[in-house]
């Protein structure tokens, strides 16, 4: 008989220690012990729950701490683990779903789904804390295996308020996109302890986003005007929690779903009034929300193509000041020191038959020609082809000067320190550029004009005329981008206008 009671205390001390290992192999995660353990004692795992001091079976603890092959192995041994609840009255589903082990989770609903819909001490369910915890993808899973889940409160509020309290924007989305019958119930139902519909809360909270997507949706935005148990709507709440900037951005968002609103009752108005045509038909089509989309991102692409380097011009802002000071020095020299060169001092008319017709600093006094033209008098240190060819000289000094006064005004916007980045700043130094090399071309092609023998000129005019029309090709190109750019911009300011009105409507 003694030895009957050694032998039974030696089991019980075995199995204790059995349990314990157990435990620290739950801890672990270790699935060889686990395999062990089972192989040496079938009936561990059927011990659990009446012959242990432990509060948590090892599958709660290897669902809290995401170890996937020990739970696994656990649930295949006995599926009814899912089920054991530890001291907060929770399942193994409420820890891996506040964890968010989603493949623990899809174990669990395998092994035993029933257990998702279990309440712990709180009255919470699995789906309650993937909600509240912003688990996305358990959410799905335990939606998808058990939709009635969603009609489940805790505390009188249902999942689309958790979303809501918890700021959970992505899940309430999901929940949406779902569309399960109780979707449109639960998108305009109410909390048990002020009424308030999930508008009101967001309102509340000033969940700013939640806010934007609900007036999105047209059936919370049509519910919009429900009033909670003190009398007050979403919009009435906006104008009584203490005002800051995200308040105010509320206020501007109900501003634009009630424009929104009031252009689809007019949109519906005009259907019942209107008859369609094949024209309006066509009409309607061509603006098709794809169609838009499609011009919104063509022209986004365009915008992009279009879009003026700022910093690069930045960089070069030292290299284009020296590029337009060169130029302007050029110019000035070409003043200084004009083709064909100056009149010298001294210089006879050989056409005349005595010195009358000579100045006192030997110039060329004004005479008449044969034919009664009156030719200017030349004096010494004024240009040569300004008397020799007096309109093609004049026409190079004009063309010489714009590039000058053009190259000053460009180097001018450059020291200044200006931002480039200033899109008016980038267009009037892309027209100055433009303006002071154009010239600069134009003062050459004269000025070769002016120096060259009729019989050179001749040969060579062909090649003139290729460099001249090259030239404006490609002046042609430069300032077709840049009047592109200019409309896109000045397109851009305008639809941020109109949206401004109509935020303000």
């Not at 009446?50 to 701490?65: D, G, M, N, R």
């Not at 460009?410 to 002071?436: A, D, E, F, R």
């Given at each position: 008989?003694?030895?009957?009671?050694?032998?039974?205390?030696?089991?019980?001390?075995?199995?204790?220690?059995?349990?314990?290992?157990?435990?620290?192999?739950?801890?672990?995660g270790?699935?060889?012990?686990?395999?062990?353990?089972?192989?040496?004692?079938?009936?561990?795992?059927?011990?659990?729950?009446?012959?242990?001091?432990?509060?948590?079976?090892?599958l709660?603890?290897?669902?809290?701490?995401?170890?996937?092959?020990?739970?696994?192995?656990?649930?295949?041994?006995?599926?009814?683990?899912?089920?054991?609840?530890?001291?907060?009255?929770?399942?193994?589903f409420?820890?891996?779903?506040?964890?968010?082990?989603?493949?623990?989770?899809?174990?669990?609903?395998?092994?035993?789904?029933?257990?998702?819909?279990?309440?712990?001490?709180?009255?919470?369910?699995?789906?309650?804390?993937?909600?509240?915890?912003?688990?996305?993808?358990?959410?799905?899973?335990?939606?998808?295996?058990?939709?009635?889940?969603l009609?489940?409160?805790?505390?009188?509020?249902?999942?689309?308020?958790?979303?809501?309290?918890?700021?959970?924007?992505?899940?309430?989305?999901?929940?949406?996109?779902?569309?399960?019958?109780?979707?449109?119930?639960?998108?305009?139902?109410?909390?048990?302890?002020?009424?308030?519909?999930?508008?009101?809360?967001?309102?509340m909270?000033?969940?700013?986003?939640?806010?934007?997507?609900?007036?999105?949706?047209?059936?919370t935005?049509?519910?919009?005007?429900?009033?909670?148990?003190?009398g007050?709507?979403?919009?009435?709440?906006?104008?009584?929690?203490?005002?800051?900037?995200?308040?105010?951005?509320?206020?501007?968002?109900?501003?634009?779903?009630t424009?929104?609103?009031?252009?689809?009752?007019?949109?519906?108005?005009?259907?019942?009034?209107?008859?369609v045509?094949?024209?309006?038909?066509?009409?309607?089509?061509?603006?098709?929300?794809?169609?838009?989309?499609?011009?919104?991102k063509?022209?986004?692409?365009?915008?992009?193509?279009?879009?003026?380097?700022?910093?690069?011009?930045?960089?070069?802002?030292?290299?284009l000041?020296?590029v337009?000071t060169?130029?302007?020095?050029?110019?000035?020299?070409?003043?200084?020191?004009?083709?064909?060169?100056?009149?010298?001092?001294?210089?006879?008319?050989?056409?005349?038959?005595?010195?009358?017709?000579?100045?006192?600093?030997?110039?060329?006094?004004?005479?008449?020609?044969n034919?009664?033209?009156?030719?200017?008098?030349?004096c010494?240190?004024?240009?040569?082809?300004?008397?020799?060819e007096?309109?093609?000289?004049?026409?190079?000094?004009?063309?010489?000067?714009?590039?000058?006064?053009?190259?000053?005004?460009?180097?001018?916007?450059?020291?200044?320190?200006?931002?480039?980045?200033?899109?008016?700043?980038?267009?009037?130094?892309?027209?100055?550029?433009?303006?002071?090399?154009?010239?600069?071309?134009?003062?050459?092609f004269?000025?070769?004009?002016?120096?060259?023998?009729?019989?050179?000129w001749?040969?060579?005019?062909?090649?003139?005329?290729?460099?001249?029309?090259?030239?404006?090709?490609l002046?042609?190109?430069v300032?077709?981008?840049?009047?592109?750019?200019?409309?896109?911009?000045?397109?851009?300011?305008?639809?941020?206008?109109v949206?401004?009105?109509?935020?303000?409507?």
């Amino acid at each position: 008989m003694e030895s009957m009671k050694v032998e039974i205390a030696y089991h019980h001390h075995h199995e204790e220690e059995n349990m314990k290992v157990l435990y620290e192999a739950s801890y672990q995660g270790s699935v060889s012990i686990l395999n062990a353990l089972i192989q040496n004692d079938p009936l561990i795992l059927h011990r659990i729950s009446s012959q242990t001091i432990f509060v948590e079976t090892p599958l709660h603890i290897s669902a809290l701490l995401g170890h996937l092959e020990f739970s696994k192995t656990l649930l295949t041994h006995k599926p009814k683990l899912a089920l054991e609840l530890n001291s907060f009255q929770s399942t193994a589903f409420h820890l891996a779903s506040a964890e968010g082990h989603v493949e623990i989770v899809k174990e669990l609903l395998l092994a035993c789904d029933e257990a998702c819909l279990v309440s712990d001490q709180q009255g919470m369910i699995p789906l309650h804390y993937a909600v509240m915890r912003g688990r996305f993808e358990v959410v799905i899973e335990l939606i998808r295996a058990k939709p009635e889940s969603l009609r489940m409160l805790h505390n009188g509020n249902t999942i689309f308020h958790l979303c809501v309290i918890h700021n959970r924007l992505k899940i309430l989305k999901a929940l949406v996109e779902l569309d399960t019958p109780h979707t449109y119930e639960l998108l305009i139902s109410r909390d048990l302890d002020g009424k308030n519909t999930i508008l009101h809360l967001a309102v509340m909270f000033k969940q700013v986003e939640i806010v934007r997507y609900l007036l999105s949706v047209p059936e919370t935005r049509e519910v919009a005007n429900l009033e909670n148990c003190m009398g007050y709507t979403a919009h009435d709440i906006v104008k009584r929690i203490p005002q800051d900037l995200k308040s105010l951005e509320i206020e501007l968002i109900f501003m634009n779903a009630t424009c929104i609103k009031r252009d689809e009752k007019k949109r519906m108005e005009n259907a019942h009034q209107t008859p369609v045509t094949d024209e309006a038909a066509f009409d309607q089509a061509a603006a098709s929300p794809k169609t838009k989309r499609k011009r919104r991102k063509i022209f986004e692409c365009m915008g992009k193509w279009f879009k003026h380097n700022g910093d690069w011009l930045e960089e070069m802002r030292g290299n284009l000041s020296l590029v337009a000071t060169v130029i302007a020095t050029m110019t000035f020299q070409v003043v200084i020191n004009p083709p064909g060169s100056f009149i010298q001092q001294g210089l006879v008319d050989p056409n005349a038959k005595s010195s009358d017709n000579m100045g006192p600093l030997d110039c060329l006094l004004p005479k008449d020609d044969n034919d009664g033209s009156v030719i200017d008098e030349a004096c010494p240190g004024e240009a040569m082809l300004a008397s020799r060819e007096p309109d093609a000289f004049r026409i190079f000094v004009i063309y010489n000067t714009i590039s000058f006064v053009a190259s000053l005004g460009v180097t001018l916007l450059l020291v200044s320190g200006v931002p480039l980045k200033n899109k008016v700043v980038m267009w009037t130094l892309c027209i100055g550029m433009c303006i002071t090399l154009t010239a600069l071309a134009l003062t050459y092609f004269n000025g070769l004009f002016l120096i060259s023998p009729s019989k050179v000129w001749d040969s060579t005019a062909e090649v003139y005329n290729v460099a001249a029309w090259t030239w404006v090709a490609l002046l042609g190109v430069v300032g077709l981008y840049i009047i592109v750019g200019v409309v896109i911009w000045a397109v851009k300011k305008c639809i941020k206008i109109v949206k401004h009105r109509m935020s303000v409507c």
